[in-house]
């Protein structure tokens, strides 16, 4: 897996430091392996591990056991039934999920039951539901997890969201030295926030922006999960998650 590392240059355009790729194998910690091993997964979430690679990205993450971890919208909880595991009986998993401001767009997949995230066969998983002006986001975070849904926050479905004041909670949620990760289906260049309705994705190099602007510092950008036949021109959720898919990972400055 090539994993961009941080090298301390600034630059203008990020307003962070500069971002070289490199190759860098991660070695999968063994809690990592036996959470995705794990014989409660259900098999359709086993189904889609061929495409998100859960163990590259928990151990590029870097969530370990007794880590406090907030999962933003958390779906049918892929990730909520993985972070658990990994982080034990010593740590917790919030999840915060966000109210539809308005009816789904046609052809979207249907909304999750409400009660998906509380259903994993963990008993360090708690959950919430906000308006997106609303929400609240528990303190001394050790790590906070947004996957394929940092695109949805500006669009008018869930609220409107200003990002530059999401950024901020999250910032004021995690510990000093907190990780924050954000993946989500990247769209062609120069696209930006443009397209977050229309096609449910965002440009890798705007997400960067925006939360380098709220504090934090860029930490690792891996392309373990980029699929260069994803011409960038349809909905991710028409493509049976081989979508084109960025993985940042950022971190509150002690």
């Given at each position: 897996?090539?994993?961009?590392?941080?090298?301390a240059?600034?630059?203008?355009?990020?307003g962070?430091?500069?971002?070289?790729?490199?190759?860098?194998p991660?070695?999968?910690p063994?809690?990592?392996?036996?959470?995705?091993?794990?014989?409660?997964?259900?098999?359709s979430?086993?189904?889609?591990?061929?495409?998100?690679?859960?163990?590259?990205?928990l151990?590029?993450?870097?969530v370990?056991?007794?880590?406090?971890?907030?999962?933003?919208?958390?779906?049918r909880g892929y990730?909520?039934?993985?972070?658990?595991?990994?982080?034990?009986?010593?740590?917790?998993?919030?999840?915060?999920?966000?109210?539809?401001?308005?009816?789904?767009?046609?052809?979207?997949?249907?909304?999750p039951?409400?009660?998906?995230?509380?259903g994993?066969?963990?008993?360090?998983?708690s959950?919430?539901?906000?308006?997106?002006?609303?929400?609240?986001?528990?303190?001394?975070?050790?790590?906070?997890?947004?996957?394929?849904?940092?695109?949805?926050?500006p669009?008018?479905?869930?609220?409107?969201?200003?990002?530059?004041?999401f950024?901020?909670?999250v910032y004021?949620?995690?510990?000093?030295?907190?990780?924050?990760?954000?993946?989500?289906?990247?769209?062609?260049?120069?696209?930006?926030?443009?397209v977050?309705?229309?096609?449910?994705?965002?440009?890798?190099?705007?997400?960067i922006?925006?939360?380098?602007?709220?504090?934090?510092?860029?930490?690792?950008?891996?392309?373990?999960?980029?699929?260069?036949?994803?011409?960038?021109s349809?909905?991710?959720?028409?493509?049976?998650?081989?979508?084109?898919?960025?993985?940042?990972?950022?971190?509150?400055?002690?």
């Amino acid at each position: 897996m090539r994993i961009a590392v941080l090298v301390a240059a600034s630059t203008s355009l990020l307003g962070a430091a500069l971002v070289v790729a490199a190759d860098q194998p991660i070695k999968i910690p063994a809690y990592v392996s036996a959470a995705v091993a794990d014989e409660s997964r259900p098999d359709s979430d086993r189904q889609r591990d061929v495409n998100r690679k859960p163990a590259d990205v928990l151990a590029f993450a870097g969530v370990k056991p007794g880590d406090k971890v907030g999962e933003l919208m958390p779906g049918r909880g892929y990730y909520t039934k993985l972070l658990c595991k990994v982080v034990g009986e010593k740590g917790s998993v919030k999840t915060l999920a966000i109210q539809m401001a308005m009816p789904r767009p046609a052809g979207a997949p249907p909304p999750p039951p409400p009660e998906t995230p509380r259903g994993t066969p963990c008993t360090n998983v708690s959950a919430d539901t906000y308006k997106i002006a609303e929400l609240q986001l528990p303190s001394g975070l050790d790590v906070f997890w947004t996957s394929e849904n940092y695109h949805d926050l500006p669009n008018p479905m869930f609220g409107s969201a200003d990002l530059a004041v999401f950024n901020k909670k999250v910032y004021e949620a995690l510990r000093p030295g907190g990780i924050y990760i954000v993946e989500d289906h990247n769209t062609a260049a120069g696209a930006g926030k443009t397209v977050t309705d229309k096609l449910h994705r965002i440009e890798k190099s705007a997400v960067i922006a925006d939360v380098t602007a709220a504090g934090f510092k860029l930490d690792g950008d891996s392309h373990v999960l980029e699929n260069p036949a994803d011409d960038h021109s349809q909905p991710p959720f028409a493509l049976k998650g081989t979508s084109d898919k960025f993985l940042l990972k950022f971190r509150k400055p002690k």
